[in-house]
């Protein structure tokens, strides 16, 4: 079996909130492979979001090891997580979090402009995934003129643009209607299948659980269960 | 290119915000078109001064006897100053010339007795070089060359002396060997608005002067008057060279008329003063503003990092923003600075209302028109400064957004 895109090795992360020590990872281990498709499930305060934060490398861990791709998280500096994140993980956030002043052809080439990808094939590929989205004709449009759904598949274009290993989504339908969600739910499961793009979220929702090829669940900062369908 | 992407980020920033980037703009434009207005003003004063200060008190380059301005003793003269003036004149062939003679003694007339600063001078090239003959009262007359029993008398010295134009006064003065007493007739008064002047001052021709100080052919000072104040040391260099085997010294009038050139440094450096105190609270302004923008942005940011930008990014993102503000309101105020200068440089501002028709700053009568100057190299500097303090208001705030830590930044409402 090849080496896992993600590997967590016993993974503890304590926040400390006034007096009160927070243990939101107790020790987690879990390794995903390339072309995964896999729901971190659990209730609030789970701890969910925080091993995404971990395996996104936003997050340094109070103990334990985090490697993706072959890489140690644990240790790295700011500027190394920095181009980690840039050019190996994507990201999909609950809340969008689309540069305000950018357009949508400017957010999803935002990622590719970092790396110095050239201007000619940045144009070719934003243009490929924001039609591959179904955002073809709204590229000029700020995210202030498109809808929830819309903003949302920019923020998917802007994640799987620069062809991570990896795209990690917190929650990535919550703030979306029905059936917004599940034409995105459909995206990413295409391009899950289609362009092998891995894909870890972060999530409440039971569609994006049934879409899931694999549910971890996470209690109280440990996985109770790791259910491959 | 990753370069090109944040200063996109930034000038969209600016522009998202338009209302506070004029706002802010503006405020930095106001504090610089001021500085650049005062400095004009202020520059346009001092070349008033200058022109004024040297042409009536001295010269750009003065040929005075060896030790005079340590020891300014009046019988301590230039000799042969015919000959002087004409060694001059070569070496300078477009250099007004003009010598003078200083004479201090007392003056009678049949009421009252007076000291009197009176000085020689050469009509007809005294009224190429200063303005004295412009200050003539109603019913004077400029001196006649040939004239050497007339004098013109500041209008403060007539009236003490209580004497008109027509009157005698009788001039008693050291000579060179016992004292002399010279009768003199009032052709004229000189009103300057400057008391030292009016009131103790007289011209006469060179040749009554160096007849009362028994010393015919010689001068106080042979001055030399330029059109343009740059070639100063060039034109000090070449009568310098001239008179290299004379017993004088050749003086520039900033050594010649310390006072002055010293007043108008420490006025120079006090008009600094003010420039850096508006500059530190323009500056203040632009970091609270930048720093209320970051504030707001601070999710912004954090998605910005959480993406992959590096905090060093993040931190040029904000200094793009001070660079592109500082460019537009460095312009902006240069613009209304150099606007602002130009009615008063083509038709003067006149200050009479508030100083009077004639004021005296270090001792130099000024007119109360005074036409403000380009100063370039000022109004180069006070940009290049207003820029500059726009950049750095910018670094604090860009320090913090740098610092952020992309998942609490991305809580942030």
């Known amino acids: 079996m090849a080496e896992p895109i993600v590997q967590v090795r016993n993974l503890v992360r304590t926040y400390q909130q006034g007096q009160i020590e927070v243990q939101a990872l107790r020790g987690v281990d879990l390794d995903i492979q390339a072309g995964e498709f896999t729901a971190l499930m659990g209730p609030s305060g789970s701890g969910k979001t925080t091993l995404l934060n971990q395996i996104g490398a936003l997050d340094t861990p109070t103990s334990g090891s985090v490697r993706i791709d072959g890489q140690e998280l644990v240790g790295m500096n700011k500027v190394a997580r920095s181009s980690l994140r840039l050019n190996r993980i994507g990201f999909v956030f609950q809340a969008y979090n689309l540069i305000p002043v950018l357009t949508a052809f400017e957010n999803a080439e935002f990622v590719l402009m970092m790396r110095g990808v050239s201007e000619a094939e940045r144009k070719e590929r934003v243009m490929r995934t924001l039609a591959a989205v179904g955002l073809s004709g709204m590229e000029h449009r700020l995210p202030g003129e498109l809808s929830g759904g819309q903003q949302q598949r920019v923020a998917v274009a802007r994640a799987i643009v620069g062809e991570p290993a990896l795209v990690l989504a917190d929650e990535p339908t919550a703030n979306l209607d029905s059936k917004t969600g599940n034409d995105l739910l459909d995206l990413m499961r295409k391009l899950n299948e289609d362009q092998g793009v891995t894909f870890v979220f972060a999530t409440h929702d039971p569609k994006v659980m049934d879409a899931a090829k694999r549910v971890v669940t996470l209690v109280d900062g440990n996985i109770a269960k790791d259910l491959i369908k | ?413």
Not at chain 2, 67 to 86: F, I, R
Not at chain 2, 240 to 254: T, Y
Request: aromatic share 6%; with cysteine.
């Open chain 2, 1 to 413: 290119m990753a370069t090109v992407g944040l200063m996109r980020i930034a000038a969209r920033n600016l522009r998202k915000n338009l209302r506070r980037t004029l706002i802010t703009a503006a405020a930095i434009a106001g504090g610089l078109s001021l500085l650049i207005w005062s400095d004009n003003l202020q520059s346009g004063s001092y070349q008033a001064l200058i022109q004024t200060g040297v042409s009536m008190m001295a010269g750009h380059v003065v040929v005075q006897a060896e030790g005079y301005q340590a020891d300014p003793d009046m019988h301590l003269l230039v000799n042969d100053e015919d000959t002087v003036s004409k060694a001059v004149h070569t070496v300078v062939p477009d250099a007004r010339v003009a010598s003078r003679v200083l004479v201090q003694g007392l003056l009678q007339s049949p009421r009252n007795t007076s000291g009197v600063a009176l000085v020689g001078i050469e009509p007809e090239a005294e009224s190429t070089v200063s303005d004295w003959h412009t200050k003539l009262v109603d019913g004077s007359e400029w001196l006649d060359p040939a004239d050497n029993k007339g004098v013109l008398l500041g209008a403060k010295l007539a009236e003490s002396l209580e004497v008109e134009v027509g009157d005698k006064v009788v001039l008693m003065v050291q000579g060179k060997d016992e004292v002399v007493n010279r009768l003199f007739r009032v052709r004229g008064l000189i009103r300057t608005g400057t008391d030292d002047i009016d009131g103790f001052m007289g011209l006469t021709t060179l040749e009554a002067a160096q007849a009362a100080l028994e010393q015919p052919d010689s001068a106080t000072m042979v001055t030399v008057h330029v059109d343009n104040p740059d070639d100063v040391p060039q034109v000090q260099a070449a009568v310098a060279g001239a008179m290299a085997d004379r017993p004088v010294e050749v003086l520039p009038w900033q050594q010649a008329l310390p006072e002055m050139y010293e007043f108008i440094q420490l006025d120079r450096q006090s008009g600094r003063m003010m420039f850096f105190v508006i500059a530190i609270i323009v500056s203040m302004g632009v970091l609270n503003t930048v720093l209320m923008s970051v504030m707001e942005r601070v999710r912004e940011f954090g998605v910005m990092l959480a993406l992959g930008t590096r905090p060093g990014q993040v931190f040029r993102v904000i200094l793009f923003e001070g660079v592109l503000l500082g460019f537009f309101a460095t312009g902006l105020g240069l613009a209304i600075g150099l606007a602002a200068t130009w009615p008063g440089h083509v038709d003067g501002i006149d200050f009479a209302a508030m100083m009077g028709e004639q004021v005296e700053v270090a001792g130099v009568p000024m007119n109360a028109l005074i036409y403000p100057q380009f100063n370039w190299p000022g109004t180069i500097g006070s940009c290049l400064l207003a820029w500059l303090m726009t950049v750095l208001s910018t670094l604090w705030p860009a320090w913090h957004a740098a610092r952020l830590e992309p998942v609490q930044a991305m809580r942030q409402t």
